[in-house]
């Protein structure tokens, strides 16, 4: 069941979303409200799994300043197989099963051409069931899942805290 999201809730998600790590007081004094209504609402959100409050590992910061898309055609009969042997691999920070032209999409991060090439030839190539991959470096990413929010047809209009 989806739970009922108002603008308090959506202000208390972005507050939040800036620093994970306020206190629900800083977000209630932030905000104008009282710490325990704060408090609740951080609870229901995490209860429900409409929020996670988690340490996010930013790549850049630890020199892998290269992001590469991998889209991978895979024998059918595998693409579970693949995608969960690739989700073990370090440098891979996202797997996906996909429709279309590609069965597995993947977000991996480098530190060099050289660990991405090594990657794609040793560890990638030789899976039983990939049939071809493609690859994108991505120089510039613009929005990332980090900076996604609640869409706005989600909130219902309220004029309670």
Same mark, same amino acid.
């Given at each position: 069941m989806v739970i009922k999201l108002d603008k308090v809730d959506q202000a208390i998600v972005e507050s939040l979303r800036r620093d994970g790590r306020k206190s629900s007081a800083a977000v209630a004094r932030e905000l104008g409200l009282v710490d325990r209504t704060v408090q609740y609402r951080i609870d229901r959100l995490i209860e429900s799994g409409v929020i996670e409050v988690i340490a996010l590992v930013v790549?850049? /910061?630890?020199?892998?300043n290269i992001i590469a898309d991998i889209h991978?055609?895979?024998?059918?009969?595998?693409?579970?197989? =693949?995608?969960?042997?690739?989700?073990r691999f370090e440098e891979v920070g996202y797997v996906g099963c996909s429709t279309g032209n590609q069965?597995?999409?993947?977000?991996?991060y480098f530190e060099s051409m050289a660990k991405m090439y090594e990657f794609l030839t040793e560890?990638? /190539?030789?899976?039983p069931g990939i049939r071809h991959t493609s690859t994108a470096v991505v120089?510039?990413?613009?929005?990332?899942? =980090?900076?996604w929010s609640i869409p706005q047809e989600r909130i219902k209009s309220s004029n309670k805290s």
């Open positions: 790549p850049q /910061a630890l020199d892998y991978c055609q895979v024998d059918i009969a595998r693409i579970n197989e =693949v995608a969960e042997t690739i989700a069965d597995v999409s993947v977000q991996a560890k990638l /190539a030789k899976l120089p510039r990413v613009v929005k990332s899942v =980090v900076d």
